[in-house]
């Protein structure tokens, strides 16, 4: 058994304001969420949705997990940076080199992102999402191939990423050194069982490849906190 991956969330001030930004830039419909918050459906084969939960908590530190968006052209490029801007995104800097060819940006609330430049080959078949780029250790990439049953389409150098066999974005991790954590990490993902009802025994397994039941506070009913082997937070969920 293997979870399936319902929803890439992000902690928001302004759930509706984050949602319409995000709506904007992938082109993907806003729509009602089984359990709360605001929810987007992706118009690709992303595979999950992304669901903006509200808190009162203001942003602290770099995000750990960040989505590099992709271009077919220069000038593909420039208009994406152009429509993020245009809808609340502000040019960031987080030590990026002046020969790297990628633009990086925050959206409203500061979650950063990276639009790509054309030509990258690690990308190449890869559609807007091409990436959410994760910091984090081998071992945590290994985990969660195995939580989610993706194989590993990159391990080297101590770098990871896997990828759904059914397309989508890669999730990719760089390996050591990891940034510091800030405190309850922004953006995680909530999870589903492939078996309806049978969310402990979900639980249970992830348990075994090394992750851990953690209280964050909320106490929300239906939802299962826990953490992987680096200390990222992630939600089990019942069925909706």
């Given at each position: 058994?293997?979870?399936?991956?319902?929803?890439?969330?992000?902690?928001?001030?302004?759930?509706?304001?984050?949602?319409?930004?995000?709506?904007?830039?992938?082109?993907?419909?806003?729509?009602?969420?089984?359990?709360?918050?605001?929810?987007?459906?992706?118009?690709?084969?992303?595979?999950f949705r992304i669901r903006f939960l509200p808190t009162?908590?203001?942003?602290?530190?770099?995000?750990?997990?960040?989505?590099?968006?992709?271009?077919?052209?220069?000038?593909?490029?420039?208009?994406?940076?152009?429509?993020?801007?245009?809808?609340?995104?502000?040019?960031?800097?987080?030590?990026?080199?002046?020969?790297?060819?990628?633009?990086?940006?925050?959206?409203?609330?500061?979650?950063?992102?990276?639009?790509?430049?054309?030509?990258?080959?690690?990308?190449?078949?890869?559609?807007?999402?091409?990436?959410?780029?994760?910091?984090?250790?081998?071992?945590?990439?290994?985990?969660?191939?195995?939580?989610?049953?993706?194989?590993?389409?990159?391990?080297?150098?101590?770098?990871?990423?896997?990828?759904?066999?059914?397309?989508?974005?890669?999730?990719?991790?760089?390996?050591?050194?990891?940034?510091?954590?800030?405190?309850?990490?922004?953006?995680?993902?909530?999870?589903?069982?492939?078996?309806?009802?049978?969310?402990?025994?979900?639980?249970d397994r992830l348990v075994s490849l090394g992750a851990?039941?953690?209280?964050?506070?909320?106490?929300?009913?239906?939802?299962?906190?826990?953490?992987?082997?680096?200390?990222?937070?992630?939600?089990?969920?019942?069925?909706?």
């Open positions: 058994m293997t979870s399936h991956l319902h929803a890439l969330c992000f902690d928001a001030n302004d759930p509706l304001r984050l949602s319409r930004f995000w709506a904007g830039v992938l082109g993907w419909e806003m729509a009602d969420d089984p359990y709360d918050g605001i929810a987007l459906l992706p118009s690709d084969d992303t595979g009162r908590e203001q942003k602290a530190g770099q995000n750990l997990m960040h989505f590099d968006l992709t271009s077919t052209s220069f000038e593909d490029q420039q208009e994406t940076v152009a429509r993020s801007l245009g809808l609340g995104a502000r040019h960031i800097d987080i030590g990026q080199r002046p020969e790297e060819g990628h633009v990086v940006l925050a959206d409203p609330e500061g979650n950063e992102f990276c639009v790509i430049e054309p030509g990258n080959s690690f990308l190449a078949d890869c559609g807007f999402i091409g990436a959410l780029a994760c910091d984090g250790s081998q071992d945590v990439g290994y985990f969660w191939s195995r939580a989610l049953g993706w194989p590993l389409v990159w391990d080297q150098d101590q770098e990871t990423a896997i990828r759904s066999p059914h397309g989508g974005p890669k999730f990719t991790w760089g390996g050591p050194p990891l940034m510091p954590k800030a405190g309850r990490s922004r953006l995680h993902f909530d999870l589903a069982p492939s078996v309806h009802g049978d969310q402990q025994a979900e639980v851990a039941r953690i209280d964050i506070g909320r106490g929300e009913i239906g939802r299962v906190a826990m953490a992987d082997p680096d200390g990222q937070e992630f939600c089990v969920l019942t069925a909706p």
